[in-house]
């Protein structure tokens, strides 16, 4: 069976069919550095914030927005594995001024993710010193230099391997810490049916519920790994080019 074909920016492209079985653990590794990428700033510290004020009133709203996100990623997962390209090349295709959606996205986070890089990497840091004596700042500036280390040295191959063990341990973690605490199962029950508290105060939740989706830069982010890691053909292989 000839695999299907669709035509992007750089032609036609042959789409594979999915992996299926045990094979389908061999293209995670993206789906783990979306899942780590996308623990930021809505879920270490909005949602234990949110869930101090309300308890668990609004989990139905956490729900809706994980919902939300899980439906935008797999959209821009689906449109790289299928065209061979990156989100960046789906949007200079839109229409009006050239580039004009790419610059709506980029400038902004010029300025938020130099804030959010600094915030994650000093609250890296502030961890390390917890079992290991030194200052902050310099344990922090260690944590940047080995970021930026396997970026460039260790390519994709690295980042991947990496964050399989650091999601392993992540989700190891969050385990342990839900048992010791305990949940109270018939509120988190109550929780799933949607509510608005008396007390809610609109200025506490949007911006939990937005940086629960994430944003922009992260799309980007899990789209420049689809295609590192995708089985689709390159995009520049026609799909009845000899092999």
């Known amino acids: 069976m000839s695999a299907p074909e669709t035509t992007g920016r750089a032609g036609t492209v042959g789409v594979p069919d999915p992996p299926t079985g045990r094979n389908r653990l061999r293209y995670i590794g993206p789906g783990v550095l979306w899942a780590l990428a996308a623990l930021a700033t809505g879920e270490l510290l909005f949602t234990p914030r949110v869930g101090a004020q309300y308890g668990y009133a609004l989990l139905w709203a956490l729900v ?4 939300l996100k899980l439906f935008v990623t797999r959209e821009v997962g689906r449109y790289s594995v299928v065209t061979g390209g990156k989100l960046l090349t789906g949007l ?5 001024p050239r580039g004009w959606a790419i610059w709506a996205i980029l400038l902004p986070q010029l300025v938020v993710g130099a804030a959010s890089i600094a915030g994650i990497a000093s609250a890296a840091g502030s961890a390390v010193v917890l ?13 940047i230099a080995a970021a930026a280390g396997l970026v460039l040295f260790g390519r994709y191959a690295g980042v991947e391997w990496v964050s399989r063990a650091l999601g392993l341990l992540l989700a190891v973690g969050a385990v342990i810490a839900a048992v010791m605490v305990g949940p109270d199962l018939g509120e988190a029950a109550t929780g799933i049916i949607p509510g608005i508290p008396s007390d809610l105060v609109v200025a506490d939740i949007l911006p939990w519920l937005g940086f629960l989706s994430n944003g922009a830069a992260g799309l980007m982010w899990y789209s420049y790994w689809v295609v590192a890691r995708a089985p689709a053909w390159p995009p520049s292989t026609p799909a009845d080019a000899p092999t």
């Open 64 to 67: 809706v927005a994980l919902l």
């Open 92 to 96: 200079s295709e839109l229409p009006g």
């Open 131 to 143: 079992a290991v004596t030194g200052p902050v700042q310099l344990w922090t500036g260690v944590v």
